[in-house]
């Protein structure tokens, strides 16, 4: 009788109503979510399925098939052949061998400098961390290709480390080396403030009581922090491996022997002479895949990451 009796009352019936009402919205922008979701990954899916259906076909089916849904499909004469040509057209094994030694030194440099930096302005306390950090985020605002002609000159200038049949050698010049292409990479503003978001939401009682414990800031760094942060760690491991693999002016200014440059530069090979488009969308899809493949590894780690630090935000 009293349930019957609140339903009765209109204020009950309002809020019931607009209870519905809220549901009912939720239910549709949720639904408008997904169908925005599911165009936009078809829209970013169908470019990466015609370059890899297009690098199994000849260029002659590939200009065929570019009227229809053909395109996007694994039909026709389909083959390897093209991958077979890119290895004879250009040394592809020596550009990706190039560019996996360099973006594994860049994420591991990385991974440990910007942690450490980012450690140094979100636990430890000394005058003038915030100015740092607001100018090495400053950075992000200033374009590279501003700053790369200096820099060329500088590593034109600055010693390298050259490995010789007796032993190490110290040469004046970075140019035409690993080293050219890591170092400026290394620092990364963005990830650095990952870091320093992350690690400054960690407890700080978990320093103090290390630190009555006698534990050194080395010690909290990488036996209390460094464990507690693996999806930052993932995440920053993407964004710096993204642009280490996808590099190409850089090493077009600084790397004119053709066994040091990586595979972004050996894409304009292709372009010499006779284009062959199959060959091209073969060369395209072993360097794409790798990036591909390690994202999917990564990317709960990533989601993780990036939606924490927007909420702490």
Same mark, same amino acid.
């Given at each position: 009788?009293?349930?019957?009796?609140?339903?009765?009352?209109?204020?009950?019936?309002?809020?019931?109503?607009?209870?519905?009402?809220?549901?009912?919205?939720?239910?549709?922008?949720?639904?408008?979510?997904?169908?925005?979701?599911?165009? +936009?990954?078809?829209?970013?899916?169908?470019?990466?399925?015609?370059?890899?259906?297009?690098?199994?076909?000849?260029?002659?089916?590939?200009?065929?098939?570019?009227?229809?849904?053909?395109? $996007?499909? *694994?039909?026709?004469?389909?083959?390897?052949?093209?991958?077979?040509?890119?290895?004879?057209?250009? =040394?592809?094994?020596?550009?990706?061998?190039?560019?996996?030694?360099?973006?594994?030194?860049?994420?591991?440099?990385?991974?440990?400098?910007?942690?450490?930096?980012? $450690?140094?302005?979100?636990?430890?306390?000394?005058?003038?961390?915030?100015?740092?950090?607001?100018?090495?985020?400053?950075?992000?605002?200033? *374009?590279?290709?501003?700053?790369?002609? *200096?820099?060329?000159?500088?590593?034109?200038?600055?010693?390298?480390?050259?490995?010789?049949?007796?032993?190490?050698?110290?040469?004046?010049?970075?140019?035409?080396?690993?080293?050219?292409?890591?170092?400026?990479?290394?620092? &990364?503003?963005? +990830?650095?403030?990952?870091?320093?978001?992350?690690?400054?939401?960690? *407890?700080?009682?978990?320093?103090?009581?290390?630190?009555?414990?006698?534990?050194?800031?080395?010690?909290?760094?990488?036996?209390?922090?460094? =464990?507690?942060?693996?999806?930052?760690?993932?995440?920053?491991?993407?964004?710096?491996?993204?642009?280490?693999? &996808?590099?190409?002016?850089?090493?077009?200014?600084?790397?004119?022997?053709?066994?040091?440059?990586?595979?972004?530069?050996?894409?304009?090979? $292709?372009?010499?002479?006779?284009?062959?488009?199959?060959?091209?969308?073969?060369?395209?899809?072993?360097?794409?895949?790798?990036?591909?493949?390690? $994202?999917?590894?990564?990317?709960?780690?990533?989601?993780?990451?990036?939606?924490?630090?927007?909420?702490?935000?």
């Amino acid at each position: 009788m009293t349930a019957a009796t609140a339903t009765d009352h209109p204020s009950a019936t309002v809020a019931v109503e607009k209870g519905h009402g809220r549901a009912a919205g939720k239910r549709r922008s949720k639904i408008l979510t997904y169908i925005g979701l599911t165009i +936009a990954s078809i829209v970013a899916v169908f470019p990466l399925l015609f370059m890899i259906f297009s690098s199994l076909k000849p260029d002659a089916q590939i200009f065929a098939d570019l009227g229809g849904i053909q395109a $996007f499909l *694994p039909v026709g004469d389909l083959s390897l052949d093209n991958y077979a040509g890119v290895f004879d057209r250009v =040394p592809a094994g020596r550009f990706i061998l190039n560019s996996v030694i360099v973006t594994v030194a860049i994420v591991a440099l990385g991974l440990i400098v910007n942690s450490m930096i980012g $450690f140094a302005i979100s636990r430890m306390r000394w005058k003038g961390k915030n100015i740092v950090l607001s100018l090495v985020l400053a950075t992000l605002m200033v *374009p590279f290709e501003t700053i790369a002609v *200096p820099l060329v000159f500088w590593v034109a200038k600055l010693p390298s480390i050259q490995w010789a049949v007796d032993g190490f050698l110290l040469k004046q010049g970075m140019l035409n080396t690993y080293q050219v292409q890591i170092l400026p990479y290394v620092a &990364n503003a963005l +990830a650095i403030f990952l870091f320093a978001q992350h690690f400054g939401d960690i *407890p700080k009682e978990i320093d103090e009581a290390a630190r009555v414990d006698g534990a050194s800031w080395w010690t909290i760094y990488r036996k209390i922090i460094v =464990p507690l942060s693996g999806p930052t760690f993932a995440t920053v491991a993407i964004i710096t491996m993204l642009p280490a693999w &996808n590099s190409y002016l850089w090493p077009l200014m600084v790397v004119q022997q053709e066994s040091m440059r990586p595979v972004s530069v050996g894409m304009q090979y $292709f372009f010499q002479l006779n284009p062959v488009w199959g060959q091209i969308m073969a060369y395209g899809t072993l360097i794409t895949l790798p990036v591909l493949i390690i $994202f999917v590894i990564f990317q709960r780690s990533f989601v993780q990451s990036l939606a924490g630090t927007a909420v702490k935000g």
